[in-house]
C-alpha cells in the first residue's frame, strides 16, 4: 500500500510521523519505501543525505520530469541510519530543486508522473510512504495520484484541524479528477499533544467529532526527545530512555492500525 502523508498545514508532524512508522514497521521485519515529495527535503536529510550528497543523484523532481514508466527505480537509495533495520527503509530522495516541476501542472496529464515513475519500483515493499509538502497543490497532487490512502499528522490545533479537513474536503471533490476516484483519508494521527494544554484536549475531541474512527489512537505526544532525533538524523528506536521507549510503544501501536488498515483494503 502506497500512503500520502499530507496536511494543509506545516509543522504537523508530517515527515516525524512517516518516519518513526517507516522505523517501527521495518523494525518489525516489513520492507518500506519513503518517497520525498516536498522540495524543503527534510526527509532527504532525516534519512541521513546532506544537501551536497544529493547533486549529481537522481531525485523525485528527475522522476516526475522523465515522466516513464518505472523511472523511480534508478532513483531508490537506501537509508543511512546506522542500525540493523535500516537496511529495510530505501528512498526516493529530494531536492529544493523539486519546485521546478510545479510549472508543469499545466500540462495534460501531469498529475499522472510519479505515478508512472514508480509503477512497478513500489512491488518490493510492504508499505510505501510519499511525504507531502504542506499545500494542495501539484506536489502534493502528484503524491494523491500515486497512493492508496492518505494519513494526515495533526497537532491538536486549529489552523491544523482546518489543514486536515481540507485535505479530506479536496480528496472527496477531487479524486476522481486525479484519476483515483476511490482515494481517501484512512487515517488522522494527533501529533505533538500536550495534556496540559486545555486547547489540545478541546481538540481533541473535535477531531473526534470530525473525523470519528479515522483518528488513530494513540495521540503522539510532544517530546523532546522525539525532536531531538529528527534534528540528529537518527531513528526513534535508537534513543535511550524511558520517554523514547514509550514514544516506540506509541508508534508500534499506530503501525499495528496501518497494518490493519493494509489488510482491511
Ligand atoms: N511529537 C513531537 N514532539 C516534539 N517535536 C516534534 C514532534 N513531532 C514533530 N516535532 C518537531 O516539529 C517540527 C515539525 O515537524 P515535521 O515533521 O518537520 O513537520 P512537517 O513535515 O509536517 O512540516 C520538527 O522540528 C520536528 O522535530
Ligand atoms: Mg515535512
Same mark, same amino acid.
Given at each position: 500500500?502506497?500512503?500520502?502523508?499530507?496536511? #494543509?498545514?506545516? +509543522?504537523?508532524?508530517?515527515?516525524?510521523?512517516? /518516519? *518513526?512508522?517507516?522505523?517501527?514497521?521495518?523494525?518489525?521485519?516489513?520492507?518500506?519505501?519513503?518517497?520525498?515529495?516536498? !522540495?524543503?527535503?527534510?526527509?532527504?536529510? $532525516?534519512?541521513?543525505?546532506?544537501?551536497?550528497?544529493?547533486?549529481?543523484?537522481?531525485?523525485?523532481? &528527475?522522476?516526475?520530469?522523465?515522466? $516513464?514508466? +518505472?523511472?523511480?527505480?534508478?532513483?531508490?537509495?537506501? *537509508?543511512?541510519?546506522?542500525?540493523?533495520?535500516?537496511? $529495510?527503509?530505501?528512498?526516493?530522495?529530494?531536492? %529544493?530543486?523539486?519546485? #521546478?516541476?510545479?510549472?508543469?501542472?499545466?500540462?495534460?496529464?501531469?498529475?499522472?508522473?510519479?505515478?508512472?515513475?514508480?509503477? +512497478?519500483?513500489?512491488?518490493?515493499?510492504?508499505?510505501?510512504? /510519499?511525504?507531502? !509538502?504542506?499545500?494542495?497543490?501539484?506536489?502534493?497532487?502528484?503524491? %494523491?495520484?500515486?497512493?492508496? +490512502?492518505?494519513?494526515? !499528522?495533526?497537532?491538536?490545533?486549529?489552523?491544523?484541524?482546518?489543514?486536515?479537513?481540507?485535505?479530506?474536503? %479536496?480528496?472527496?471533490?477531487?479524486?476522481?479528477?486525479?484519476? $483515483?476516484?476511490?482515494?481517501?483519508?484512512?487515517?488522522?494521527?494527533?501529533?505533538?499533544?500536550?495534556?496540559?494544554?486545555? /486547547?489540545?484536549?478541546?481538540?481533541?475531541?473535535?477531531?473526534?467529532?470530525? %473525523?470519528?474512527? /479515522?483518528?488513530?489512537?494513540?495521540?503522539?505526544?510532544?517530546?523532546?526527545?522525539?525532536?531531538?532525533?529528527?534534528?540528529?538524523? &537518527?531513528?526513534?528506536?535508537?534513543?535511550?530512555?524511558?520517554?523514547?521507549?514509550?514514544?516506540?510503544?506509541?508508534?508500534?501501536?499506530?503501525?499495528?492500525?496501518?497494518?490493519?488498515?493494509?489488510?482491511?483494503?
Amino acid at each position: 500500500m502506497r500512503y500520502a502523508i499530507a496536511n #494543509n498545514k506545516g +509543522g504537523a508532524g508530517k515527515t516525524t510521523v512517516a /518516519l *518513526c512508522l517507516a522505523d517501527a514497521l521495518a523494525a518489525r521485519g516489513r520492507r518500506v519505501l519513503m518517497v520525498d515529495m516536498d !522540495p524543503q527535503a527534510n526527509l532527504t536529510r $532525516r534519512l541521513g543525505y546532506a544537501e551536497s550528497d544529493l547533486s549529481s543523484m537522481v531525485t523525485t523532481s &528527475e522522476v516526475v520530469r522523465e515522466n $516513464r514508466t +518505472g523511472c523511480a527505480a534508478e532513483a531508490v537509495i537506501g *537509508c543511512r541510519w546506522s542500525v540493523p533495520w535500516a537496511e $529495510r527503509i530505501d528512498l526516493v530522495p529530494s531536492r %529544493f530543486d523539486l519546485e #521546478n516541476r510545479v510549472p508543469e501542472a499545466g500540462q495534460l496529464g501531469a498529475h499522472l508522473r510519479l505515478a508512472r515513475g514508480l509503477d +512497478g519500483v513500489t512491488d518490493d515493499y510492504d508499505v510505501v510512504f /510519499l511525504d507531502c !509538502p504542506p499545500s494542495l497543490g501539484h506536489l502534493t497532487q502528484l503524491s %494523491f495520484a500515486a497512493a492508496d +490512502g492518505v494519513i494526515a !499528522p495533526v497537532v491538536a490545533e486549529y489552523d491544523h484541524v482546518a489543514g486536515a479537513t481540507r485535505v479530506r474536503d %479536496f480528496l472527496t471533490a477531487s479524486a476522481q479528477h486525479l484519476d $483515483r476516484p476511490s482515494l481517501a483519508l484512512v487515517g488522522v494521527i494527533v501529533n505533538a499533544q500536550d495534556r496540559r494544554r486545555g /486547547l489540545h484536549t478541546w481538540h481533541l475531541g473535535s477531531l473526534r467529532d470530525l %473525523f470519528g474512527d /479515522l483518528v488513530w489512537t494513540p495521540p503522539v505526544p510532544s517530546r523532546s526527545v522525539l525532536a531531538e532525533a529528527m534534528d540528529a538524523a &537518527e531513528p526513534l528506536r535508537a534513543q535511550t530512555g524511558s520517554v523514547a521507549r514509550d514514544l516506540v510503544t506509541i508508534f508500534d501501536e499506530l503501525a499495528d492500525r496501518l497494518e490493519s488498515t493494509n489488510a482491511a483494503a
